[in-house]
């Protein structure tokens, strides 16, 4: 079993909901448009984790064979069950992303979010151009213009949370398991991989999403919960992830009060939603889809 990511890097109800908000039934369609999928495709996602943007696709593509696969038994385990729970009809497969265990020649489209700048570039196109079909599509998605930080729910103002926090990260960066290898992630470096790779017809296109914005009219309660609860579940599972790491970094007590501290502020955030407080603040994400035609 390969648990590593989903302990030490992104926890899977982490990643499952922060996938929700960017592909929801609201803009699901959009989605479908602008990757160019059709029922009846036989579809591959590297790198699904929870499976969040194959169930999506199966609820819209009832006739599309649609396949996840993740290296983290933990991410595949997680998309396993939560596939029974929607009573959906997708498959997923646990395995590296550059030795793919299907036959050449086998999808229509192979698609990947934020994945591709965690594997070795060469094998990672390369394996995906083995097994699509003549004509079939590989997609590379990335997301930029996160905003002034690539994790807006860090805590910035100093404060008993912000020492606690920066505490446990402080030690848990030496820990060999925080240490990621990361390879270039632009989308230029994007299409010389796939060019070189024998793909063609290599297109470039853009999907905008509003990722935080809870006080805006057009947003439902449950949507703008969501948002709020986001930032908080990814800073509660930061913090558990660095314990894990650096477990003498924290006495209990402190590690028990920093949980409580990052509860209570979203707590406070919640409470200033219902009391129709408005800030006016949001965030969008810019999704980036690189493809090319095999």
């Known amino acids: 079993m390969n648990t590593y990511w989903s302990k030490y890097v992104q926890k899977t109800e982490e990643l499952y909901l922060s996938r929700a908000l960017r592909f929801h039934s609201g803009n699901i369609d959009k989605w479908i448009d602008i990757m160019q999928l059709h029922d009846g495709m036989r579809i591959l996602e590297v790198g699904c984790a929870g499976g969040l ?35 959906l009809q997708c498959n997923f497969v646990a395995g590296d992303a550059t030795q793919l265990p299907f036959e050449d020649n086998s999808f229509d489209i192979c698609y990947s979010h934020t994945v591709m700048n965690f594997c070795v570039p060469e094998k990672f196109v390369g394996e995906q151009y083995r097994v699509l079909k003549p004509g079939g599509k590989m997609i590379v998605m990335d997301v930029y213009n996160r905003g002034s930080k690539p994790e807006e729910w860090i805590p910035t103002d100093d404060c008993e949370e912000k020492e606690l926090y920066d505490k446990v990260w402080s030690a848990a960066s030496k820990n060999l398991n925080s240490q990621i290898k990361r390879y270039e992630n632009r989308p230029g470096k994007y299409c010389i991989y796939l060019a070189a790779q024998g793909f063609h017809n290599i297109s ?47 006495s209990k007590t402190e590690y028990q009060s920093l949980l409580d501290m990052i509860n209570h502020r979203y707590d406070k955030q919640i409470e200033r939603y219902k009391s129709g407080e408005k800030k006016w603040e949001f965030r969008i994400a810019t999704t980036v889809l690189i493809s090319g035609t095999k």
């Open 204 to 250: 470039i296109d853009t999907m905008a999403t509003v990722k935080y914005a809870p006080d805006f009219d057009n947003v439902d309660e449950e949507m703008a919960r969501a948002q709020i609860d986001d930032d908080r579940i990814s800073e509660l599972s930061s913090v558990e992830k660095a314990y894990k790491m650096s477990p003498n970094a924290l």
């Open 53 to 87: 943007l194959c169930h999506r696709l199966k609820e819209q593509l009832p006739n599309a064979e649609i396949i996840g696969l993740d290296f983290d038994t933990g991410h595949i385990d997680f998309a396993k069950k939560k596939t029974e729970e929607l009573n």
